[in-house]
T-cell receptor, first 114, second 113 residues
Framework: AQTVTQSQPEMSVQEAETVTLSCTYD???????LFWYKQPPSRQMILVIRQEAYKQQNATENRFSVNFQKAAKSFSLKISDSQLGDAAMYFCAYREKYGNKLVFGAGTILRVKS | ETGVTQTPRHLVMGMTNKKSLKCEQH?????MYWYKQSAKKPLELMFV???????ENNSVPSRFSPECPNSSHLFLHLHTLQPEDSALYLC????????????FGPGTRLTVL
């Protein structure tokens, strides 16, 4: 069974600085999807970024980028120029290419200091 | 607002009550999902519906009964719940079941007394 591990329960970053959230996963599949979701205190889970495993190029969305290391099964999220609104719980998730099931990590709480 | 709404946002019920959670998506999606988010545990998929047909039941106890009358609406009927069922219940939808990104609703915070 696939598993997703987020080893950092909590992280802090100064406003305008850069922070990297770690995620590793375990799978025997060669093609799959990886996601980062953000859950602010309002509880609405929001998609941050998505990566397709067959694409070698790292996905980027404005201030958010990933470092996808397929061989190492690592999928870290980098947030540049951190803003107060980035404070949230961040979840890493995995999905088989043709599957319905999202497998989530335990989450990382990100605190942004002004 | 992501186009997926859930009601109620908060629910307190006794173990002998029967209640229902409602999810509605306004995105034209064909797949809908129920997830459970408990404290200190990763989100757990409960049920998946594709084009109104249940395609996955992740070993969920029968005291949780889903219903999908059409592609826009998803219900979770609750009866004789236990205190350990207290959690945030999240609904999600995607365009198709397998290849598309899931979009989440705000969740229903359920407390079972």
């Amino acid at each position: 069974a696939q598993t997703v591990t987020q080893s950092q329960p909590e992280m802090s970053v100064q406003e305008a600085e850069t922070v990297t959230l770690s995620c590793t996963y375990d799978t025997s599949e060669s093609d799959y999807y990886l996601f980062w979701y953000k859950q602010p205190p309002s509880r609405q889970m929001i998609l941050v970024i998505r990566q397709e495993a067959y694409k070698q190029q790292n996905a980027t969305e404005n201030r958010f980028s990933v470092n996808f290391q397929k061989a190492a099964k690592s999928f870290s999220l980098k947030i540049s120029d951190s803003q107060l609104g980035d404070a949230a719980m961040y979840f890493c998730a995995y999905r088989e290419k043709y599957g319905n099931k999202l497998v989530f990590g335990a989450g990382t709480i990100l605190r942004v200091k002004s | 607002e992501t186009g997926v709404t859930q009601t109620p946002r908060h629910l307190v019920m006794g173990m002998t009550n029967k209640k229902s959670l409602k999810c509605e998506q306004h995105l034209g999606h064909n797949a809908m999902y129920w997830y459970k988010q408990s404290a200190k545990k990763p989100l757990e998929l409960m049920f998946v519906y594709n084009f109104k047909e249940q395609t996955e039941n992740n070993s969920v106890p029968s005291r949780f009964s889903p219903e999908c009358p059409n592609s826009s609406h998803l219900f979770l009927h609750l009866h004789t719940l236990q205190p350990e069922d207290s959690a945030l219940y999240l609904c999600a939808s995607s365009l198709k079941g397998s290849t598309d990104t899931q979009y989440f609703g705000p969740g229903t915070r359920l407390t079972v007394l």
